[in-house]
């Protein structure tokens, strides 16, 4: 049975935080492949700086020339909440031969209780949980923990970088072209050569 990592996000941008933990995931559970699906509404946070569209190009950016990464383009395709249970609901309906893993954060864990339908959810996919200091990993729920190289990086973070120090290093070079071409988040298109 071919097995399926999905690593949802916001990814407002994708950063080498998002690539690591997905290879990570990859490699220790035997994934035959990890898709990037950016969500169009992010269920529990306010998204500012970029637009769903151009999210969704950084990720397809980020995620070029591996080819066991992926981009699931269903949740901008299909408008409104991303909630997680709607669209596993969907990709599993259309292909019933993979298995589905939801890959997420460490710091995700505390907040599963709050999902939408997370005890169908559970039932559907099984969670990957990437292990992060600092973040409480006991729940009720069934996740498989994996360990993985640490990286102290967030969206967050880069959107506050982006007006006055360079990504470099910190997310893929074209994503950064990227997000200085469209001067995202404050960011001016030369900002990273002196
Ligand atoms: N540095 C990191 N290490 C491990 N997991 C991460 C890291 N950054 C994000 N994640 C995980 O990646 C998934 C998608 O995250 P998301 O796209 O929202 O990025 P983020 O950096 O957490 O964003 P923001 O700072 O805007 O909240 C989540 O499961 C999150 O826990
Ligand atoms: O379905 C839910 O209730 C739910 C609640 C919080 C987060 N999620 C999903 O978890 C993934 C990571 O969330 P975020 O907020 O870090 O982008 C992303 O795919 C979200 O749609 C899903």
Redesign the pocket.
């Known amino acids: 049975m071919k097995k399926v990592g999905i690593?949802?996000?916001?990814?407002?941008p994708?950063?080498?935080?998002?690539l690591?933990?997905a290879n990570e995931a990859y490699y220790s559970v035997g994934l035959d492949e990890v898709r990037f699906m950016?969500n169009f509404i992010?269920p529990h946070?306010e998204?500012a700086g970029a637009s769903a569209e151009q999210r969704l190009t950084m990720t397809q950016l980020a995620t070029a020339g591996h080819p066991h990464f992926r981009v699931e383009d269903f949740e901008i395709n299909s408008g409104g909440v991303s909630y997680s249970f709607d669209t596993l609901t969907k990709l599993t309906g259309q292909e019933p031969d993979a298995e589905f893993f939801f890959?997420?954060?460490?710091?995700?864990i505390e907040g599963l209780p709050s999902w939408h339908r997370i005890d169908e959810l559970i039932k559907l996919i099984r969670f990957i949980g990437?292990k992060?200091s600092g973040y409480n990993i006991e729940t009720p729920y069934p996740v498989m923990m994996i360990e993985?190289p640490?990286?102290?990086?967030?969206?967050?973070?880069?959107?506050e970088r982006a007006a006055n120090r360079p990504l470099t290093f910190l997310v893929p070079e074209k994503v950064e072209a990227f997000i200085r071409k469209e001067r995202l988040y404050g960011s001016q298109p030369n900002a990273s050569s002196r």
């Open positions: 690593l949802g996000g916001t990814f407002n994708p950063h080498l935080g998002h690591i933990m950016p992010a946070k998204v890959i997420i954060g460490g710091d995700m990437v992060r993985s640490e990286l102290l990086l967030s969206s967050t973070m880069l959107r």
